[in-house]
């Protein structure tokens, strides 16, 4: 390391520990989605919007990291915070907030009711298994899943999800702006980020749950979850549960790879498709026109690349690629080696849109004109090119880095896996360059990504810890690149033969 990427590793450290996080009863809970402007006069801390307060998805990184330092106990702190703020209302049992902030003592968390255009977010929920396993498989720390608040956690939160509704299809129905994207940018219906992170999230209650079938009967707990019902007590693993929320990932691992997944191959059988069809055994079942599908594509996808397109909906298909969602379905394995083999031949085959001076754009293309004007509604933060409308995030490289190097290792293909590492490695020194002396801006503007994001938040924590992950897992130990993996479907005994 030479003096100046210490210095600068030096400098995120110091601002993500000293800055960035924040106390709750005495123990440090989680950081700040960006580090507030500090007045020179009397030392006031000013934030910006809701910038101030502690957001379940900016805190993956956080928590990921903390777990790589070994800091146990504050991962610890955050689940059981955000645990305790899971909502018991009748209309939103089971949801996780979207952030949480302390007000005049008390904790408040923001479900949608205070967000700006009241949107809520469905990812919060689904990200919290994942970290909660995460945390018990780094930290050891198995009796934390088989406490009986975390598994009737889990049990609300799967009521919410496995539930009957007025769909058959596995995918979960949100509305426009129900995660990271969280403005309205036609990401309602059933977007890929959500359905990845459903798998994950399904596959890691999964795995909570087994531990508690496996250790409650000795540690003979007892689930108060059927007091309030007045229901018979029952042992805390359940495995019924455990059962249907495994076929259920198995379901949707299906219906995903069946309907999400492009390559050159699967775009010529689309256009071919018959339409007006009726019936169980069909072929076109979302009755797509050959319209539908734009003509990027052709050169996007090359003859070898693959990826999840953004959304399946009737008759409306969104072939956007959207990074998140994709690095996720590689890192949850939900697409096989196979096809992130060709997701990162993607990537690096259109560098220049994904990466080009600024990782990661968060979708590709943008929509413009008449799309923008309607299906936004004139939204001057998401313009195109801008901010979530396919703009660039550099938060998001720590996701492709752990999602390439898990596959690096048990590639068949060292020429890719080498094209991809030089892609890494340049892509991190461009960051230690730039990042810094743009202050660690959330997001940046333009096709190439070079400019500051117009209303970015500048020292945004998961700006400066989504580049200490890249470091760590390029320079410091590239093992960490498994942090996310969750239980496979295979490792269940349960399903074994019908996977
Ligand atoms: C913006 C982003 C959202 C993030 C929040 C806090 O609203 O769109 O993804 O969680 O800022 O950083």
């Given at each position: 390391?030479?003096?100046?990427?210490?210095?600068?590793?030096?400098?995120?450290?110091?601002?993500?520990?000293?800055?960035?996080?924040?106390?709750?009863?005495?123990?440090?809970?989680?950081?700040?989605a960006a580090?507030?402007?500090?007045?020179?006069?009397?030392?006031?801390?000013?934030?910006d919007l809701n910038y101030?307060?502690?957001f379940?998805r900016d805190?993956?990184?956080?928590?990921?990291?903390?777990?790589?330092?070994?800091?146990?106990?504050?991962?610890?702190?955050?689940?059981?915070?955000?645990?305790?703020?899971?909502?018991?209302?009748?209309?939103?049992?089971?949801?996780?907030?979207t952030?949480?902030?302390?007000?005049?003592?008390?904790?408040?968390?923001?479900?949608g009711?205070?967000a700006i255009g009241r949107v809520i977010s469905v990812d919060?929920?689904?990200?919290?298994?994942?970290?909660?396993?995460?945390?018990?498989?780094?930290?050891?720390?198995?009796?934390?899943?088989?406490?009986?608040?975390?598994?009737?956690?889990?049990?609300?939160?799967?009521?919410?999800?496995?539930?009957?509704?007025?769909?058959?299809?596995?995918?979960?129905?949100v509305p426009d702006g129900a995660f990271m994207i969280d403005r309205p940018l036609d990401v309602w219906g059933?977007p890929l980020e959500i359905?990845?992170?459903?798998?994950?999230?399904?596959?890691?209650?999964?795995?909570?749950?087994?531990?508690?079938?496996?250790?409650?009967?000795?540690?003979?707990?007892?689930?108060?979850?059927?007091?309030?019902?007045?229901?018979?007590?029952?042992?805390?693993?359940?495995?019924?549960?455990?059962?249907?929320?495994?076929?259920?990932?198995?379901?949707?691992?299906?219906?995903?790879?069946?309907?999400?997944?492009?390559?050159?191959?699967?775009?010529?059988?689309?256009?071919?498709?018959?339409?007006?069809?009726?019936?169980?055994?069909?072929?076109?079942?979302?009755?797509?026109?050959?319209?539908?599908?734009p003509?990027?594509?052709?050169?996007?996808?090359?003859?070898?690349?693959?990826?999840?397109?953004g959304n399946?909906?009737?008759?409306r298909?969104d072939f956007r690629f959207f990074t998140l969602g994709?690095?996720?379905?590689?890192?949850?394995?939900?697409?096989?080696?196979?096809?992130?083999?060709?997701?990162?031949?993607?990537?690096?085959?259109?560098?220049?849109d994904l990466?080009a001076?600024m990782p990661l754009r968060i979708c590709h293309p943008p929509l413009d004109d008449e799309e923008w004007r309607k299906k936004t509604g004139y939204d001057r933060k998401n313009l195109p090119w801008c901010y979530h409308n396919a703009g660039h995030w550099p938060c998001l490289?720590?996701?492709?880095?752990?999602?390439?190097?898990?596959?690096?290792?048990?590639?068949?293909?060292?020429?890719?896996?080498?094209?991809?590492?030089?892609?890494?490695?340049?892509?991190?020194?461009?960051?230690?360059?730039?990042?810094?002396?743009?202050?660690?801006a959330e997001y940046f503007d333009g096709p190439t990504g070079t400019w500051m994001g117009q209303q970015a938040r500048?020292?945004q924590?998961w700006t400066?810890?989504?580049?200490?992950?890249?470091?760590?897992?390029?320079?410091?130990?590239?093992?960490?690149?498994?942090?996310?993996?969750?239980?496979?479907?295979?490792?269940?005994?349960?399903?074994?033969?019908?996977?």
């Open positions: 390391m030479d003096n100046y990427e210490e210095l600068v590793i030096q400098s995120a450290k110091n601002l993500f520990h000293e800055r960035a996080l924040v106390q709750l009863d005495g123990m440090v809970v989680g950081a700040v580090i507030p402007k500090t007045s020179r006069d009397d030392e006031v801390h000013q934030h101030g307060e502690i379940i805190n993956v990184p956080v928590m990921a990291y903390l777990l790589i330092e070994g800091k146990y106990e504050v991962v610890r702190h955050f689940l059981d915070t955000c645990l305790k703020l899971q909502s018991n209302e009748p209309r939103t049992r089971g949801i996780f907030p952030s949480f902030v302390e007000l005049n003592g008390h904790v408040v968390g923001d479900y009711q205070r919060a929920t689904l990200w919290w298994p994942i970290l909660a396993y995460t945390y018990v498989q780094r930290s050891g720390d198995r009796a934390f899943a088989s406490q009986p608040q975390v598994q009737v956690g889990l049990e609300k939160m799967l009521d919410l999800l496995l539930r009957s509704g007025f769909r058959d299809a596995p995918t979960l129905f059933t359905q990845s992170l459903l798998y994950g999230a399904l596959l890691s209650a999964a795995g909570l749950l087994q531990i508690a079938c496996a250790d409650a009967p000795e540690a003979g707990l007892r689930s108060p979850s059927a007091d309030s019902d007045g229901a018979a007590k029952r042992p805390a693993g359940n495995p019924e549960l455990l059962h249907q929320t495994l076929q259920y990932a198995q379901r949707l691992r299906r219906y995903v790879l069946r309907h999400y997944w492009v390559n050159s191959k699967t775009v010529q059988v689309l256009r071919r498709r018959p339409t007006e069809q009726y019936g169980d055994d069909i072929e076109n079942e979302y009755n797509i026109q050959t319209e539908t599908i003509h990027w594509l052709q050169d996007w996808l090359g003859d070898r690349g693959g990826y999840l397109i399946i909906r009737t008759g298909p994709n690095c996720l379905g590689a890192i949850f394995d939900l697409i096989s080696p196979n096809e992130q083999q060709d997701l990162f031949r993607l990537i690096l085959q259109n560098r220049n990466v001076q490289l720590w996701f492709l880095t752990a999602a390439v190097l898990r596959q690096n290792e048990r590639s068949h293909d060292p020429e890719l896996a080498a094209a991809l590492e030089e892609m890494l490695e340049s892509t991190y020194q461009n960051l230690l360059r730039n990042l810094p002396r743009q202050d660690w500048t020292y924590t400066i810890v989504g580049f200490l992950l890249v470091h760590h897992l390029l320079k410091v130990n590239p093992e960490d690149a498994t942090i996310l993996n969750v239980p496979s479907l295979k490792s269940f005994q349960l399903v074994e033969e019908e996977v």
